[in-house]
């Protein structure tokens, strides 16, 4: 198993400390609790319908000619990779570990990319994958650069794949609108703009013959009725989607400046999380997590993922976590 944040319960064994103890940053899901709205029962006893227009309010929402409801966009990935006959895959790295991994186990030659390395490793390639904004990094690629990309693919009947899960709050660098052309696939996600990741729904966009396809390989009913229900609602609140903008571009930005402030500069963020590199990051993590706070750490990287805090006094928290953790003997 890949390792991924939120293994809350896996923390409070390691550090003997119990789970309510815990101030748990280790993901860039939303801090807010989306407002869920009552479900009638009938949802609970019925299979789900696929009439209820999920796909075109997610298109309209997203700005996609087309959308495919799926189990969060981890089924997606595990899926998307079963459509290809066996091609030459390039992951742009460091990234997301599940897309590496589901293409490799799907019987694909998978390599490492790096950013200045794509322009000549392209034409060797048959699929480019790259997330963006790029999880931990949280680097931001130009809409015209990725376009440059698909076009060459498309134009040997090979695929980019964009997972977009943090793009929600900032989604003019989308390119949900360009969807429409063939070999190019965007994934999003309710789970972290929205924070319901333990609904498990997201949406593929692409044009309609790769979605028709994709539907097939997941069967019937991939989605539950109380998620369609669920992520229906979300999607048409528009006036919730702008303060949750607002709150988590002001959240990111406070985060970065408490950070600086900590004398952890010279970062990148998004939306819904920061990241630093550090030559201490192991023992950074050590230190706050000794404090009941829980980050990410990506060791290879030597770097850290903060999530957002919510309350003031998670705030506070984090202020005193990180004070105690920078002055603390290396």
């Not at 952890?264 to 997590?289: D, H």
Request: with cysteine; aromatic share 8%; hydrophobic share 45%.
């Amino acid at each position: 198993m890949l390792e991924h944040g939120g293994r809350l319960r896996e923390a409070a064994r390691r550090f003997n400390r119990p789970v309510e103890q815990w101030l748990d940053l280790s993901t860039g899901i939303s801090p807010f609790a989306w407002p869920i709205p009552a479900l009638p029962q009938s949802i609970w006893q019925r299979l789900p319908e696929t009439d209820d227009n999920l796909s075109g309010v997610a298109g309209d929402y997203y700005g996609a000619p087309a959308a495919l409801p799926v189990a969060g966009s981890q089924a997606a990935i595990q899926a998307l990779p079963l459509l290809r006959a066996p091609s030459r895959v390039g992951v742009l790295e460091p990234t997301y570990a599940e897309h590496a991994d589901a293409w490799r186990r799907a019987g694909h030659a998978v390599r490492s990319v790096q950013l200045d390395d794509v322009a000549d490793v392209l034409p060797q390639l048959d699929v480019l994958l790259a997330v963006n904004p790029n999880n931990p990094t949280a680097q931001l690629l130009t809409t015209e650069q990725l376009l440059k990309w698909h076009a060459e693919l498309a134009s040997r009947g090979g695929w980019l794949l964009v997972d977009e899960a943090f793009m929600d709050v900032t989604p003019e660098h989308s390119l949900a609108s360009f969807t429409d052309r063939e070999g190019l696939i965007v994934l999003r996600s309710l789970g972290k703009f929205f924070g319901l990741a333990g609904l498990r729904l997201g949406f593929v966009l692409a044009a309609p013959a790769l979605l028709g396809q994709l539907e097939k390989a997941l069967g019937p009913w991939a989605v539950s009725g109380p998620a369609r229900a669920v992520g229906l609602a979300a999607l048409l609140d528009a006036s919730t989607q702008q303060l949750w903008r607002y709150r988590l571009k002001t959240a990111s930005e406070r985060l970065d400046a408490l950070l600086i402030q900590a004398g952890l500069s010279g970062g990148a963020g998004c939306g819904l999380f920061q990241w630093r590199e550090s030559e201490r990051a192991e023992r950074l993590y050590l230190n706050l997590a000794g404090q009941g706070v829980l980050v990410r750490l990506f060791p290879a990287l030597n770097g850290l993922r903060f999530g957002l805090p919510h309350h003031q006094r998670d705030w506070e928290r984090v202020e005193q976590a990180l004070n105690t953790s920078m002055r603390a003997p290396q």
